[in-house]
């Protein structure tokens, strides 16, 4: 026999074998030598069926006869490796293991309380194509012969159920020591592993599970054998070892990736980001002030236990359903903290750059999990997920459509569910991220859930037997997922849809779908391509440039499926992102530089409740993690070819069509300061209780600066009009902003064109009403275009002119006489 003392092996010498048992021990000179003579006594009976072999001890440190028991076999395949202290079974085995030279690895215990016969049951699984063969005393079939003590027993089982729960699921015993695995398999999860004590049976299995090699638990007969090294405190450890697992540092490749997403992000909203208080995206348009107020206001309605579903501060009387409106309590509550320490011009910058890099972290995991395993090309597909143009452009303005980290987990959840391992577990788990998803954003979802249908479609008809498989556990895992879901959003989703101030369906236009043109141009944020004459003639506003993909990624793309066709993930990822893309054009499709027009399936959908008020042009969005995979796939095969112009030319292609995708960071400009009369309280003396204070004109969708003066102000102050969605006329349809009034629409005219009506008692009388309707305290005219028309405006509504104050002109409506 040979032995070697060393606490690392390298590589095992000499030829390879097919079959490698080994044995840690540790002071078990009483015990190891007749489970040598019993496994050898096997190994040369069956030697026929198991081929050759060989045995491999290892000596943790044994201070007993051990050592010198196996180097008295004269047998040159029983191999010694020697450990000089005493470091734990984990090390044992990463030791013996990597001293083999096993084409299948067999571990066992020095016991030998699993009969090497049971060798048999494991092998058969083996051959059928398992990765690994795990013995088991808790699956159906097993026999124990000789229980350990109840206590024992009783905390294995516990320690198992919690094993199953947080490491290797599916798996009822994961201890039993007698476990045969593929031999190179084996020696890369041993080498993997960093736990020296009984926690390296879960941490190996860990490791099988996550690549995704197939584990058969195959039940054993099981007799327990006296003189056990195992404790009580044992299990104690093991714990504190599965802990130590599931909170180990991930891998440097994936912190390098979630740090170069973070730097992305930052670079991204670089002009905003380290001023975040004086700084605005002029693209938003008015949606900045928007999300300010939303995250102001929720901190507000915390802070005064006031319900986070409503507010009156703006659309007074009537108020904002907030539930109706996209305010994400699901971030917007977590980050009243910062909003109320910092402002929330700080959190909502904050909250959008560490959101846009967590999604590309989502996408990066999700990528590397389901798809690649070459990190490199994982990252590059999660980029284009997280920073596409689409991304990029809702970056502006629209934090659900840019923090999207739940909809990869939930991809993931929904995909567990089609295994049908633990379908209550994942039904649970996946109805609780929705619950989260919802508020956060629910047209994400809902538009998430459009692209996993077209996914799920397309798989079916390339995989029938696999979707035979599944479609009955993943019907019941969503059942429970909408059981937990559904009444723990009840409450909110009642308030949305018939709570105050709620609405029908928000109108966008008949036809809100991408132009063809859209899908392969460039985005107007494109460092080297963009033009922003062209992205915004094709697109809603900049805010709303929903594919811009441009040419040449189509080009490499429709290469990418060509190429790689008879993988039928690439067939179903190419079948969503077109099935995606024609969506997005909408109910009528017209054909580039002619006049034809034809219905687009989107006409399905049209009506349908929910998908009316969507945006259908965002549905393009669904490419671009469908495009990320598609790349992601395209450089693992370039990665493992050894043609250097194959890799030359494939690499060339992706770079030529991700380039001109390059964002350029978010233009920033100088934020107009507030009046004083707003930050130095001065409005206080102006407004009584119930009253509201009147910004001429009305904040709207297209001005709405009032919100931000309003949240410098600290929300003392009531505003009628404003920018939400909430209902109008008795059909109760949704519009942006307040239900407008006579006063509100002719001052905001005044505003736009500088033209005023004759302006008489009608327009007086009307005047007075609408000033009522407000509950206004005064009317207050800031410096702004056309100012000077709209204070003229104001003094002949009101008979008299106004008084400057601290940067505006206020009309106080309490006293006649105040302010003329």
Known sequence: ?????????????????????????????????????????????????????????VDDGSTDGTRELVTARQDPRIQLVSSPRNRGKGSALRLGVAATRGRRVLVTDADLAAPIEELDKLDKAISEGDAAAIGSRMAPGATIEDRQHLLRELLGRAGNLLIRGVAVPGIRDTQCGFKLFDGDRAREAFAASRLNGWGIDVEVLRHFHRAEWRIAEVPVRWSHQPGSKVRTLDYLRVLTELARLRARSPRPADLFAVTVFLLMSMALYSGRLFDADHRYLPDSLQDQNQWEWFFAVTAHNLVHLHNPLFSDLQGFPDGVNLMANTVMLGLTVPFAPL???????????????????????????????????????AFVGAALAAFAPPMVSHANAHPNFVILFMIPLIVDRALRLCAGTRVVRDGVVLGLMATYQVFLGEEPLLLATLGMVLFAAAYAVAHRDVARAAWRPLLKGLAIAAAVCLPLVAYALTWQFTGPQSYKSVLHGDNAGNSPLALVSFAERSLVAGNELRANALSLNPTEQNAFYGWPLFLVAFAIVVRLWEQALVRVLAFTAVGAAVLSLGPKIRIPMTEDVYPGPWTLLAKVPLFESVIEGRVAMVCAPVLGMLLALALERLGATTRIGTQYIGLLGISLALIPLIPAPLKAVERPPTPAFFTDGAWKSYVREGESLVTIPLPDSGYAEQLHWQVEAGLGFRLPGGYFNGPYGPDRIGIYGASPRYTSNML???????????IGKNWRAQARLDFAFWKAGALVVAPQPNDAALRRAVAELVGRGGKWVDGVWVWDLHDPHHGS
């Open 1 to 57: 026999m040979s032995a070697l003392d060393t606490e690392a092996v390298d590589v095992p010498l000499g030829p390879s074998v097919d079959l490698s048992v080994v044995i840690p021990a540790y002071n078990e000179e009483l015990r190891l030598g007749p489970t040598l003579d019993a496994v050898t006594r096997y190994l040369r009976e069956n030697a026929g069926r198991l081929g050759e072999w060989e045995i491999v001890v």
């Open 339 to 377: 909003t109320l320490l910092a402002g929330p011009a700080v959190s909502l910058s904050v909250c959008m750059t560490l959101g846009l890099a967590a999604t590309a972290a989502a996408w990066y995991w999700l990528i590397v999990k389901r798809v690649v395993r070459n990190r490199p090309a």
């Open 748 to 758: 905001r005219d005044v505003r736009y064109t500088g033209q005023i009506p004759t």
